[in-house]
């Protein structure tokens, strides 16, 4: 039977991540990429340059690109504070939608992206963390019992900057950080900006899928407030369960970037059970275990990632394909999820003071 082919559009161009999010789609054999719209040509054109799309196939109006391509699927890349809004905008012409992470910039906006969406369709909210091999295995033991039940999380999380890298890790010179900052998305405190809400849902988010989708009862988060700019560089949350405490922290201004030289501390998580604990590091080929049984630190390989589990559009498009619902991460459970922790730590940094979930 022939498979059938996925017509795919890139709108938005707000996160750089639309670049790599394309390429799969590119590389992906049952998918074609039928068009991109932004409203600045400038930022397509890497894309364009790249050969992903053809430039006859780049539109400065989305409804232009939406009715003259009618995609199966769109992938949006906003800036934080426009998720809801690009949602509302594409979600009536019917395709299914990934958005690139956050989910959203408070838990409100992400009820009214749910509802947005006509019956039949997929809302997937896209963590690239999910297909980082060492984060895969851990979920793979904790799901096997290996460490027995989940009691405690720490992810710490971040970059150099958000400036410091385009699509594909592209780096950039100070020069070029320095003249985009001013511009950028990232560090304006209206669209979304700051570490804390660019970072944290990484934490938050996988931290529920360790833990089978539990919820804290409340939240703690202090950021810092640096001189000259409207948002923050670093945060430290604590979330209180039933169970025991979780932190997250977010960092821009890391020493070095993860997915070249690790930092320290290094980016990533450490689990802990009642019957041992795993750390697992960002692009790491292994994950180091402690059991009751085998208390001695021990690393256990972690493979790399096969079919459909290698990247976002692979995953998406066999979910589709086989008729079946999300799993981890970028199902809207456990998002929802890992916005209500968000949103609990943006109050509790504004009031300074804990913030209880609602029952």
């Known amino acids: 039977m022939k498979q059938r082919t996925w017509k795919i559009a890139g709108i938005n161009f707000d996160h750089f991540h639309m670049g790599d999010l394309l390429r799969y789609a590119h ?20 894309v364009v340059r790249k050969g992903l799309v053809p430039r006859d196939r780049a539109f400065t109006d989305y409804r232009a690109c939406l009715e003259q391509t009618k995609p199966d699927v769109v992938i949006l ?9 690009w949602v509302k905008k594409v979600a009536p012409y019917g395709p299914h939608i990934m958005v690139e992470k956050p989910f959203a910039a408070s838990l409100k906006e992400a009820d009214a992206m749910i509802a947005a969406m006509p019956k039949g369709r997929t809302l997937m909210i896209n963590w690239p963390l999910q297909w980082v091999r060492s984060h895969l295995k ?4 904790v799901n096997a019992g290996a460490i027995g039940e989940v009691t405690n999380v720490w992810h710490f999380g971040g970059n150099r900057g958000p400036l410091w890298h385009g699509a594909d890790k592209d780096v950039k010179t100070p020069e070029q950080v320095a003249k985009e900052k001013p511009q950028s998305w990232f560090y304006q405190q209206a669209r979304g900006g700051g570490s804390l809400l660019d970072y944290l849902g990484y934490g938050t988010t996988l931290c529920t899928w360790y833990q089978g989708g539990k919820r804290p009862l ?15 560089e670093h945060s430290i949350v604590v979330a209180r369960y039933a169970h025991g405490l979780s932190k997250f922290e977010t960092r821009w201004g890391t020493f070095t970037d993860p997915w070249t030289i690790q930092p320290q501390p290094k980016c990533g998580f450490v689990i802990a059970g009642t019957e041992g604990t795993i750390s697992n590091y960002d692009y790491d080929d292994f994950v180091t275990v402690q059991t009751r049984k085998r208390p001695l630190p021990h690393q256990i390989a972690a493979p790399a990632t096969k079919a459909p589990h290698q990247n976002p559009v ?31 730590a943006v109050r509790s940094a504004r009031l300074k003071r804990a913030v209880k979930l609602a029952a």
Do not use: N, W
């Not at 890349?77 to 809004?85: F, L």
């Not at 851990?138 to 033991?141: D, G, K, R, Y």
């Open 27 to 46: 590389e992906h054999p049952q998918a074609e990429v039928v068009g991109v719209s932004d409203e600045q040509p400038a930022r397509m054109e890497e």
């Open 77 to 85: 890349c906003p800036a934080a504070s426009k998720h809801g809004e």
């Open 138 to 141: 851990a979920f793979e033991l």
């Open 218 to 232: 409340e939240v703690t988060a202090t950021v810092d407030e640096p001189a000259g700019l409207e948002v923050d």
């Open 314 to 344: 692979q995953y998406l498009l066999h979910c589709l394909d086989a008729g079946k619902a999300l799993e981890g991460p970028v199902s809207l459970r456990i998002s929802r999820i890992g916005q209500e922790i968000v949103d609990a």
